[in-house]
């Protein structure tokens, strides 16, 4: 099935999946190297672990994100918006 009549359910698993079969795959050997990039710090990891975070990180398709504060990050004051300077128009 193609991207256009997948749900976003569908994709963030497909998503999961992949980063899954990369780690799979690029997980290190004994001597801390990738065993297909054969470098210490696989950045391919590291992606697909990034993944793995932010889906673990997301809700369910259609709950709303709750606040700030009940999520644990700091409420910051915000500058006041100033006001835009509109022109006046005389529709007569």
Request: aromatic share 0%; with cysteine.
């Given at each position: 099935?193609t991207?256009?009549?997948?749900?976003?359910?569908?994709?963030?698993?497909r998503?999961?999946?992949?980063?899954?079969?990369?780690?799979?795959d690029?997980?290190?050997?004994?001597?801390?190297?990738?065993?297909?990039?054969?470098?210490?710090?696989?950045?391919?990891?590291a992606?697909?672990?990034?993944?793995?975070?932010?889906?673990?990180?997301?809700?369910?398709?259609?709950?709303?994100?709750?606040?700030d504060?009940?999520?644990?990050?700091?409420?910051?004051?915000?500058?006041?918006?100033t006001?835009?300077?509109?022109?006046?128009?005389?529709?007569?």
């Amino acid at each position: 099935m193609t991207a256009p009549h997948l749900s976003l359910a569908q994709i963030r698993n497909r998503l999961i999946l992949t980063a899954r079969a990369v780690l799979r795959d690029h997980r290190p050997d004994p001597d801390g190297h990738c065993r297909v990039c054969r470098i210490p710090d696989c950045r391919l990891s590291a992606a697909a672990r990034n993944v793995l975070d932010a889906a673990a990180a997301g809700l369910p398709p259609g709950k709303p994100a709750p606040p700030d504060h009940e999520r644990g990050l700091a409420c910051e004051a915000k500058p006041e918006a100033t006001p835009m300077r509109t022109r006046h128009v005389d529709n007569r």
